[in-house]
Structure formats: C-alpha cells, structure tokens
C-alpha cells in the first residue's frame, strides 16, 4: 500500500467511519490505567482492534494510529503538527522556542538553520572525533571491572554530540552533569506526562525538589556553553555559530530564549536517544555473542587488526545491520503524538479538528504482521535479499516528513563505529545486580544494566 492510496484528496470524498474504541477500557480512568500500567504491551496490542482506534484517557479521547502504512501517512500529511501531552510536557519545560517543538514557518526557519550541520555530507568532519571517543570508552575500562552501561553510554553521547555540533571543551564534567540531569529531567517528564496531576508537582516534596534543581542545572549548563562560546570571540563552523548567528524572517537577530532553547532542543535529544541506544547495543552485545563474534570478525577482516576507523563504517554492513536490528526491537523513541489541525481522515477513519493521536514505534517495528519470526533478533533480515520485505513505514525509528529526525546520518554513523570498537575489544557478561529489564520513561532503555567487559 502507498501513501497516496491511503490519503483520498479530502475527507468530504468518501463515507468516513468512525474508529472503533479499543477494548479494555474501564470506568473514569478509560484505558489511562493500562497505559500507566504497561504501556508497551497495550500498544504493541491495539492493532488488534483497527488501523485507527479511540482511547479514553480520563475524560479526553485519544487517536491511537496502528499500522506502518497509516504512521507513514499521518507523518508525510500537512493535516498533523506536533502536538498533545508528550510535547506540551516537553515544552513547559524544556522551552517553547525550539526546533523540535516549534510548527510552521519558525519550525521551517529552524530546520534551514540545524540542517547544515547534519547532511550527509557534513558527517565525515566529524569522524576523527567520534574515532577518539569510541576508543576512549573502551580504553576506559580495565578488564574484569563492572561498568556501569548508564553512566558510560551517556558520556560517550553527550561528548560525541557536544564536541562535533557544539566545539565544546570540558566536557567530561558536564557530560556528568548533564546526564544526572537528563536521567532526572526526563524520569519526571514522563511522570508528569502519564499522571497529569498539576499541583502535586509544585508540592515542596524530595522528588520534585530533585527535578527541579535537575531542570536549572540542565538550563544553567546550556547557558554557560553559550556565554563560553561569546566569550572566546571565535564563530567556528559549527551548530553553534549557526545558531548564534541565525537571522528571523525579517533578518533581525533571534533572541536569546530561541538561542537557549534551540540548544537544549539539540543536546536533549541528542544524548538521550544515543545513549539509550548504546545501553541496548551493549545489552545485545552480552547477550547474543554470536552476533558480537561476528561483528568482531567483521571489523577486523575490514581493518587488519588497526583500531577501526570513521571511514571503515560503510563497510560494516553487519555491524550496521546490528545497530538497526536492536533499534527494532529497542527502539530508543517508542511514543509520539500528533494533532490534526483541520478535520481530516486516516484510513477511512474519520478524525476531527484538535484531535491528539499517538501511535508507537515499537509497536509497529514489533508488529507480526511486518516482521517474520518478530521479536527474534536476526540482523541478517536487514540483508539486501529479505529487506524488501519489510512493508514501507514498518522500519523508521527516525520518523519520516518534516519532522524527521535531522540526526539520522550522525546517529547511524556513531553508533556503527561504537558498536565495532565495542565489539572488536571485548566480550561481554551480565554480572550480578543487573537488571536489563526495559524501564519505559521518555525513551526507552535498560534499568539498570551492568556488564564485566572481557579481552578477546
Ligand atoms: C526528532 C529519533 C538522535 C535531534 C526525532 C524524531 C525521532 C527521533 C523519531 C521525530 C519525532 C517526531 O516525529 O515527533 C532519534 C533517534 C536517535 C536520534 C532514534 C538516535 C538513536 C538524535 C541526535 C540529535 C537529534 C543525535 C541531535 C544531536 C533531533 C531533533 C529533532 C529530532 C532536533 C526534532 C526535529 C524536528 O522536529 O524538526 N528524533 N533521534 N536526534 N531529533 Fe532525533
């Protein structure tokens, strides 16, 4: 099915049904409760009752849209912007000014602004410093000691994101800092996004006190990257000087908040969803070492025994098939709202103006009826023979139209290069005390996953 064959020119030109509520649901709460409960299952379950179905969350109904063919629609379609509880949370505190929560025209000037930063084209300056910082987290490690997989992916991210998009030096303690704020940040993000109760946030107790201070060290952090960078009088070709020296539509320059904000809406999802990659590819790593022994193999067929390097990456086509094949299965981004702007339509399914809708990644990328053999982890189905047949949307942890992640090259590329430094210097073991159970939060990641690395 394509796009076009399930978007009709407009929702007048047909019958429209109404989409059938999904079960399960139950008195006040609605379907709240198990969404709090285990939201991962109830999503990867709601196929079952339509392309389209309607949640009850408390009072409010909710669009939850199922199959690959319709999230593919309903991200290519102007009738959508981003909208509803997980951005409103987001940006209440995180800023309203910036590129990832932004709509319409001052989304538009945002992206011309960042995009720069992210061609394809551009990713190879970046290499020697994603080469120096794969290297330097597995030389971090002595062998037989526990490494704690949180704390490390973190710091690998925020330094890869800060050094290539920012030029930012000392970054080891506010990489530190930045993911104790992070981890904090979004942990009571995603409370306040699946219990909206407003008031008991501002209660002076020690949760909140802790995400509070969180939040003004996550800003305080990002002001000083800004004041630092004025201070030394140098504009380097970075992200940075792109965005201090970003003009508005009527060529003045933009204002401080929209400076602030746009750097937190970089380096906030920027780390986050790369660092809880990480944890799962290192999870994967312990736990299938038949595929880490062929990553292993792979990277030292491609590079004769010298560390690997930027350039060998698009040769690693298995460690790369790995990286996708776990962010199927774990994908970082498991939820995303939208909100119809006009009255429109999904699959026949009628959906009014204002509505909000959801719909999950991890559903759809675990989905029986896209994958065979779904919740098995085989890179191998990425192969250039069976990858045609995934269905066209079934596979897109970037999200695609307007809204896609402008990272995906950048990402791709570190992860494949960590993934084959990883694997070419150490096994890895689970040892007591690890938990690699999924902890849902903002992203999705392990709770709390330790590992003994071992020399090969
Ligand atoms: C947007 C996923 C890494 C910056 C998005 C979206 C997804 C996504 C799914 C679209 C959200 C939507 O449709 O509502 C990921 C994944 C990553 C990753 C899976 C890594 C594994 C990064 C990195 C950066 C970044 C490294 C920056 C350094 C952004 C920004 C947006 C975004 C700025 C907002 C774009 C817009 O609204 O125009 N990301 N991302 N992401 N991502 Fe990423």
Redesign the pocket.
């Known amino acids: 099915m394509t796009v076009e064959s399930v978007k009709p020119a407009t929702p007048e030109a047909r019958e429209l049904r109404e989409p059938p509520l999904a079960g399960g649901g139950v008195p006040v709460l609605g379907h709240g409760w198990r969404l709090a409960r285990d939201p991962l299952s109830f999503m990867a379950r709601l196929r079952d009752h339509g392309e389209v179905v309607r949640l009850r969350l408390g009072p409010k109904t909710v669009y939850a849209v199922t199959s690959p063919a319709l999230t593919g629609a309903m991200?290519l379609s102007t009738d959508f912007i981003?909208a509803g509880p997980l951005w409103e949370s987001l940006e209440g505190l995180l800023g309203k000014e910036g590129?990832?929560t932004a709509n319409g025209p001052q989304?538009r000037r945002q992206?011309r602004t960042?995009q720069p930063a992210f061609r394809l084209d551009a990713i190879p300056a970046y290499g020697p410093i994603m080469e120096e910082e794969a290297h330097a987290l597995t030389e971090r490690w002595k062998p037989g000691e526990t490494i704690d997989c949180t704390s490390e992916s973190f710091r690998v991210a925020v330094r890869i994101?800060a050094r290539c998009?920012l030029r930012g030096d000392f970054m080891d303690e506010r990489a530190e800092r930045l993911c104790i704020a992070l981890a904090t940040v979004f942990r009571g993000m995603y409370r306040r996004m699946v219990i909206p109760a407003g008031p008991l946030y501002r209660l002076p107790l020690p949760a909140n006190r802790q995400f509070n201070r969180a939040l003004a060290d996550l800003h305080l952090l990002v002001d000083e990257i800004v004041a630092e960078r004025r201070a030394s009088g140098q504009k380097p070709d970075d992200l940075l000087t792109a965005l201090l020296e970003a003009k508005d539509d009527n060529g003045d320059p933009i204002g401080e908040q929209e400076i602030h904000d746009q750097v937190v809406?970089?380096?906030t999802?920027?780390s986050e969803?790369?660092a809880s990659?990480i944890m799962w590819l290192l999870q994967v790593l312990a736990e299938h070492p038949e595929h880490a022994d062929r990553v292993c193999a792979e990277v030292e067929s491609v590079t004769g025994g010298r560390p690997v390097a930027f350039d060998d990456v698009r040769t690693l086509s298995h460690t790369n098939n790995v990286v996708v094949e776990a962010?199927r299965l774990r994908?970082?981004?498991w939820i995303?709202t939208r909100r119809a702007v006009r009255d429109t339509e999904l699959g026949g399914y009628r959906i009014p103006a204002g509505a909000d809708i959801v719909y999950s990644?991890y559903a759809i990328q675990r989905d029986g009826r896209s994958y065979a053999d779904n919740l098995a982890f085989d890179p191998d189905r990425w192969l250039p023979d069976r990858v045609k047949d995934v269905p066209k949307f079934a596979m897109s942890?970037?999200?695609v139209g307007?809204?896609?992640?402008?990272?995906d090259h950048?990402?791709m590329a570190q992860?494949t290069l960590v993934t084959a430094a990883l694997a070419a210097k150490y096994r890895f073991e689970q040892v007591p005390g690890s938990d690699d159970a999924t902890r849902v939060g903002i992203t999705l990641r392990p709770q709390r996953l330790l590992l003994k690395p071992v020399p090969r």
């Open positions: 991200a981003i590129v990832a989304h992206r960042i994101a998009l809406a970089i380096l999802p920027g969803t790369v990659t962010m994908p970082a981004v995303l990644p942890p970037f999200s307007n809204r896609k992640c402008p990272s950048f990402s992860l």
